[in-house]
């Protein structure tokens, strides 16, 4: 027999994609507690259970009573008699379950339909979380139903996710009813039972799973990303590499004519990216990362995990890129501070250096510049080297050695007598501000700094 009831059950567990068992268990939960409730007001604390008859169709209330010879509180107890007619293998003593039907308030029935209404709801979060945790870093479509204080409201079909401002990319615009892909950055469990979603186009994953569909050999892990850094809106960098030496890590992510990455660039609605060759040389990733300026030279100081690199003064601009984005994520990318100079102040600051040193005692121009060749650029360097490395480099004598450090402990100390103590400041270059982006270099001058500390 098929009930309204029933009818009901299977249409929202069809509908909401929930178990069967689940709707029925808080409908038996709903009437226990609306009985329960009903009781108690007309001051009656009775034992009672709730049964679902499927043959039927209907729920069925029962409160226990005792067995009993001779009925004293028809409330609680029962006779034998009564008791073998509702279940012939019944004795004295037991409890035996006895069907009522009570007088439901309009309030009971009220509350016993917002009690399931709030269970179906708990049990369709529970079906929607697990279905979506899995694809927790997958990129999901779904369309914009609306915009609510800056957050864009997505319709996922089952369920409505969130774009946050700060997952949003600048100058990105959506229409109501306009398609949009992004990556499902997090889930979480609300107090209420509603899985939250947090939808992203800003984040890296969201770039990098765009290129794991786009190209074949990322999902093959024939081509392996190593890196991503970016500026939403603005240009990302990806660092990729192969992992089979037959196939080219940044032409299978560029594709044919530029196909596969022009499709990316389209998601991205012009963001610029630059797909680099990954090194193990941090030297030479450090200049591909630069892409598309063009390096001369890199002087790297491993102890502080920065490089200084040196540009002719027309690619300076190109490696700083606009506002330093360039070289900001070039440094991002390869994790190393990097430090853009040009030619021409390189030529500049070595002649103070050669000037400075020459103006020492046992210094002549060749000594210099074997010095500043080997890493001694201030007077501190001079000042507190070990007289063995300055009588090796600079082909000196013990007693040059003494007499050039003694002077160079003196002009330093004159030096910072002359510093202001209180209100100077003195400015010092932000290597961020002068940053650059480089495609790998053929011939790039590559030298380790030997600067003794």
Known sequence: MITELTRVIDSVGKDKGIDRERIISAVEEAVLSAAEKLLKSKNQDKELDVYYNPDEGEVELFEYKEVVETVSDPEIEISLVEATELDPETELGDMIGVKISPEYTRIAIHNAKQKVLQKLKEAEGKVIYEEFIGRK?????????????????????????????????????????????????????????????????????????????????????????????????????IAVASNDSDVDAVGACVGMRGSRVQSIIQELRGEKVDIVPWSEDPARYVCNALSPAVVNKVVIDENSRSMEVIVDDDQLSLAIGRKGQNVRLASQLTEWKIDIKTESRVKQEQQEVLSLLTSLPSVSEVTASLLYNDGFYSLEHIAFCEPDVLMKVGSLDEDEVSTLQKAARVALMEKLEEMPVEGGTEEVPDAEAEGVQVSPTAGAEVQDSRKDE
């Open 137 to 237: 870093g997958t990129i999901i479509g779904g369309i914009v139903r609306r915009v609510d204080r800056r957050h864009i409201i997505v319709d996922l079909g089952r369920v409505e996710a969130v774009l946050p401002p700060e997952q949003q990319v600048p100058r990105e615009y959506y229409k109501m009813k306009e398609r949009i892909r992004a990556v499902l950055l997090d889930i979480r469990e609300s107090p209420r039972g509603e899985p939250r979603l947090i939808l992203s186009r800003a984040h890296v994953s969201f770039v990098m799973r765009l290129f794991e569909s786009e190209v074949p050999e990322i999902s093959e892990k024939i081509v392996e990303i190593k890196a991503i850094s970016r500026d939403p809106g603005g240009r990302t960098k």
